[in-house]
């Protein structure tokens, strides 16, 4: 699933909005006075934050030299690892921090736990989404840590080691009381939805399962703008919002005031969606970023990271190697 382009200023706003969403004073301020740290109402000092400014503090552990053994030479000499990525997404994926220039998220967050493990200092790559592609072709990066999903497609020119779910989410107003688990769940209920993306796609076709089976069909509203679903989430003109997991799950951590009532396969029913660390094909990487990413797993760091940026229910328990990606009619 390629992220959302956005610009640095578009993002900026956006940051701006989930920090007026929150309802919460400044824990730090940056010299144009945007708040550095969010955090959802009542969380105090031993809760949950999330940090925007530049100064990350991000989490790191150490080199394995079994596994930066299987670095091939000409990146182990070089010393850098090479990471691609867009920073034109919506939070918590890969975007500016409140300096407006240093890129932070979960993605940059793995990329460089990866990098400590290799042993290597990481070097992020910031460029359009099109670009990822022709840089990793000519072998100009190494790696792209930019939400890349997993396809069948994907996988004749690139390799891939998985690290996270590829989901979209139902969001609505905390305390809402349903869980959406399947097709019955949304039977008769009103939920916002983006036009043209693969969640309306699915809610459609729920829609159509629920009548044939007799049940009320889901009344779909048309949402472009955040502001406008949100607002529509506060009021209670919505019962829920289905969107990309990863921008929802952000949004419910950090104001206090949406939860998730549950998550469904980006992929569809054919299979589970999955994000991965993505290298050009057969050029010896892979198989030291898949090691990488199940020791980070294995000791911690990995969930630690997830747990920073909302993401806890995107977790996978292992890394796999190039597995069953989106077919190419879901592409």
């Known amino acids: 699933m390629p992220p959302r382009r956005r610009t640095r200023r578009t993002t900026a706003a956006l940051l701006g909005l989930v920090t007026a969403l929150s309802l919460t004073a400044a824990c730090g301020t940056s010299a144009d006075g945007s708040t550095d740290k969010v955090a959802p109402p009542g969380a105090g000092k031993g809760g949950f934050q999330i940090e925007l400014g530049p100064d990350q503090d991000r989490i790191s552990t150490a080199e394995v030299a079994s596994i930066a053994a299987l670095v091939p030479a000409r990146i182990r000499e070089r010393g850098t690892l090479e990471v691609v990525n867009s920073a034109g997404s919506a939070p918590p994926l890969t975007f500016y921090a409140t300096d407006d220039k240093t890129v932070i998220g979960v993605e940059p967050d793995i990329a460089s736990l990866v990098a400590d493990v290799?042993?290597?200092?990481?070097?992020?790559?910031?460029?359009?989404?099109?670009?990822?592609?022709?840089?990793?072709?000519?072998?100009?990066?190494?790696?792209?840590?930019?939400?890349?999903?997993?396809?069948?497609?994907?996988?004749?020119?690139?390799?891939?080691?998985?690290?996270?779910?590829?989901?979209?989410?139902?969001?609505?107003?905390?305390?809402?009381?349903?869980?959406?688990?399947?097709?019955?769940?949304?039977?008769?209920?009103?939920?916002?939805?983006s036009s043209g993306t693969n969640q309306e796609k699915l809610l459609v076709t729920w829609s159509e399962q629920n009548v044939k089976k007799g049940l009320k069909p889901t009344a779909i509203k048309y949402f472009q703008q955040t502001t406008d679903y949100y607002l529509a989430l506060g009021s209670?003109?919505?019962?829920?919002?289905?969107?990309?997991?990863?921008?929802?799950?952000?949004?419910?951590?950090?104001?206090?005031?949406?939860?998730?009532?549950?998550?469904?396969?980006?992929?569809?029913?054919?299979?589970?969606?999955?994000?991965?660390?993505?290298?050009?094909?057969?050029?010896?990487?892979?198989?030291?970023?898949?090691?990488?990413?199940?020791?980070?797993?294995?000791?911690g760091t990995y969930a630690k990271v997830l747990a920073r940026w909302g993401l806890a229910n995107e977790a996978v328990p292992s890394s796999e190697l190039n597995p069953v990606g989106l077919p190419k009619t879901n592409q």
């Open 118 to 193: 290799l042993g290597l200092k990481l070097h992020y790559n910031t460029v359009d989404w099109a670009n990822i592609f022709v840089g990793l072709d000519s072998g100009k990066y190494d790696a792209g840590f930019s939400n890349i999903t997993v396809t069948e497609e994907r996988k004749e020119k690139y390799d891939f080691a998985t690290y996270r779910l590829d989901n979209l989410a139902f969001e609505a107003k905390k305390g809402a009381g349903w869980k959406v688990t399947g097709p019955k769940d949304v039977a008769g209920r009103t939920i916002g939805v």
């Open 236 to 299: 209670g003109r919505l019962d829920a919002y289905l969107g990309p997991n990863p921008v929802s799950a952000y949004h419910a951590a950090s104001t206090g005031q949406t939860e998730i009532i549950g998550t469904y396969s980006g992929g569809g029913a054919d299979v589970q969606g999955k994000i991965a660390a993505t290298t050009k094909k057969d050029n010896g990487l892979v198989k030291a970023l898949h090691e990488a990413l199940n020791t980070l797993v294995e000791n």
